[in-house]
């Protein structure tokens, strides 16, 4: 398996704007759904928080938002309808009782920041193997959201019908 | 901030053949020791890379219990730099040109006049230490490396590498597709997808 992926990473390369369209897809949905992301069968909680940079192609336009809900803000739907994508936010997500916050971005997909449950223990071996495992617990979330948006991307009608839905969201008033 | 306490910056990579992990352990801290850290106070060095102990960064004296942690690998890099201020040093070659005890006038002289004072002073320079950590989940063959800077990164892949003989792979954002789609068609899908248009309404 692993060396597969290997192989195939220089076979195929997903462009960036795959990821800022799941960026996207993710900060609409939370918006619409109040956070709430049904994956493998339970429901987590995934909300965009604090930072939100958007980018446009070509020449270097940015808008950095900072502080509060800035996915709701005019600014971000304004942004938006400008041709401007995610390229990084920070995200406050809720999975089976343990929070966890950090930034993620399209770029290289790597987290920073990344705040975790307090681990009550002293033993440095089981702290370790908690810290790790929540570790994997946000990846395998990612994950999961990933292909999610993944099987909408893929299947054209689908993806045509979120996509009407997330220009609707854009073209509402922020409330 | 630690890999075991505080907020972490996370790259992660794939560790293709860990068998050199899966074998006697005393070897892997042995492989470590080899490139254990190596102080470079009163040196005239700018810069020295290095393992210690996770638990006890100035010490080099590695050991298996440090170092497995249950089914992980916990590793710890120590970077010093020394530097000298380009004003200090511009000050001492000043210094040394007034005081007459040299008659040094050409470019060569000069440049060799420089160089044996930075020397001087990198020796009487302390250096400044970081530690950058990564744990190997063995099980599932992740590297996890707390660092946001791509110099440390590349610095401890470097040190990884020349340890174990083995390079980890980067999951850059094709790798994590594919971790997560698991089928060639699909990547291959959303490698040629086309945009999607949000603007033009």
């Given at each position: 398996m692993l060396r597969r992926v290997v192989s195939m990473i220089s076979d195929f390369v997903i462009p960036e704007f795959i990821f800022r369209e799941f960026f996207l897809w993710l900060l609409v949905q939370s918006e619409m759904k109040a956070g709430s992301f049904e994956l493998g069968g339970e429901y987590v909680s995934f909300r965009v928080e604090d930072q939100l940079k958007l980018e446009g192609e070509g020449d270097v336009r940015q808008t950095d938002l900072r502080k509060?809900?800035?996915?709701?803000s005019q600014e971000a739907r304004s942004s938006l309808r400008n041709g401007k994508l995610p390229t990084r936010m920070r995200v406050r997500l809720v999975t089976g009782g343990d929070e966890y916050i950090f930034v993620m971005d399209t770029k290289l997909m790597e987290l920073r920041g990344v705040k975790m449950p307090?681990?009550?223990?002293?033993e440095a071996e089981l702290k370790m193997e908690q810290r790790i495992f929540h570790l994997s617990q946000i990846y395998r979330m990612l994950e999961l959201l990933f292909n999610q948006f993944a099987s909408l991307r893929l299947d054209a009608e689908k993806w045509g019908a979120q996509v009407k839905e997330i220009n609707q969201w854009l073209l509402e008033e922020p409330s | 901030m630690g890999f075991l306490k505080g907020s972490l910056g996370i790259k992660r990579y794939f560790i293709e053949n860990q068998d050199v992990f899966s074998k006697n352990r005393d070897t892997v801290v042995e492989k470590l020791l080899r490139y254990q850290f190596r102080s470079i106070e009163?040196?005239?060095?700018?810069e020295a890379v290095g393992w210690v102990s996770p638990f006890r960064s100035?010490?080099?004296?590695?050991?298996v219990e440090d170092t497995f942690l249950d089914s992980n690998l916990f590793l710890a890099m120590r970077i010093d730099k020394k530097t000298v201020s380009r004003l200090l040093l511009e000050s001492k070659v000043h210094q040394f040109l007034d005081s007459g005890s040299s008659l040094t006038t050409g470019k060569q002289e000069l440049k060799k006049l420089k160089e044996d004072i930075h020397q001087e002073l990198l020796t009487k320079a302390l250096p400044e230490p970081r530690i950058i950590e990564g744990v190997i989940d063995l099980p599932h063959s992740t590297l996890y490396l707390n660092t946001a800077s791509h110099r440390s990164s590349g610095l401890f892949l470097s040190l990884f590498e020349k340890t174990f003989d083995i390079l980890p792979v980067h999951i850059d954002p094709t790798a994590f597709a594919y971790l997560t789609l698991k089928e060639d068609s699909k990547l291959q899908a959303l490698a040629n997808a086309e945009e999607s248009c949000f603007h033009d309404i």
């Open positions: 509060g809900v800035p996915s709701i307090v681990v009550p223990l002293s | 009163s040196a005239a060095v700018e100035y010490d080099p004296a590695l050991k």
